[in-house]
Structures are given as C-alpha cells and as structure tokens.
C-alpha cells in the first residue's frame, strides 16, 4: 500500500519560515515527479510547486513564486517544501502528491494524481 507521509507544518508568525518534507513507504518516491498542494477551509485544494524526478525542472504558482522553493534529495527518497515569507493567506493543510502518471503542462490539477498524504497543517499568524 502506498502512503505519503508530510511533517514540518507548524504555526509561525507572518515573515516567518518553514520546511515541510515528503516521504512515502509502497513506492520509490525518487522514480516520481511530485507536488505540493495546499488547501485553505473552504477553498479548493491548490497546486503550489512541482519537482520532476531528478531535480532539473520546477514550477510554482503564482502565489508562492519567490517565496517557496521545492527541492528533493532522493537518497535519502524525501522532497522538500522551503517556505519562506510567510503570510496569513499562505495558512492551509499542506499535502504532497504523486501520480503513477504524469503530466507537466497539468501538474496543478489535483485529479491527476492518485497517492496523496494526509497533509500538515501550516498556519501563519500573529
């Protein structure tokens, strides 16, 4: 059974930064492209970064661009989600996502994937 596994969310004052991490038991997490999603009450869950299986290629939307950065160390199979300048608006459970397909150009869309974690709540207040 595949399971992916986040960790690093927290509360944090506005400004402030976090680093959530992914793991997974059931698959080799460093054969998969992965992604951040997050999602706010109320809110659809949102696509925020993508990181291809060996590192070179990554996107982000608009909303975390210059402020997240995705990385990924596949010997130790974990992709990280640096999270700087938090904001109030950036509060929502955090999931990490893969697929057994992958799509570049559809990514951001959350049906395209079929292993999700059980996200990490991340709330930025002061």
């Known amino acids: 059974q595949v399971q992916l596994v986040e960790s690093g969310g927290g509360e944090v004052q506005p400004g402030g930064s976090l680093r959530l991490s992914c793991t997974a038991s059931?698959?080799?997490?460093?054969?998969?492209?992965t992604s951040w999603f997050r999602q706010a009450p109320g809110k659809e869950r949102e696509g925020i970064s993508t990181?291809?299986?060996?590192?070179?290629?990554?996107d982000y939307a608009e909303s975390v661009k210059g402020r997240f950065i995705i990385s990924r160390d596949n010997a130790k199979e974990t992709v990280y989600l640096q999270m700087n300048d938090l904001k109030p608006e950036d509060t929502a459970v955090y999931y990490c996502?893969?697929?057994?397909?992958?799509?570049?150009?559809?990514?951001?869309?959350?049906?395209?994937?079929?292993?999700w974690g059980q996200g990490t709540p991340v709330t930025v207040s002061s």
């Open positions: 059931g698959i080799a997490l460093d054969y998969y492209s």
């Open positions: 990181i291809s299986i060996n590192g070179d290629w990554t």
């Open positions: 996502a893969t697929a057994d397909r992958y799509f570049r150009d559809r990514w951001s869309r959350a049906r395209e994937y079929n292993y």
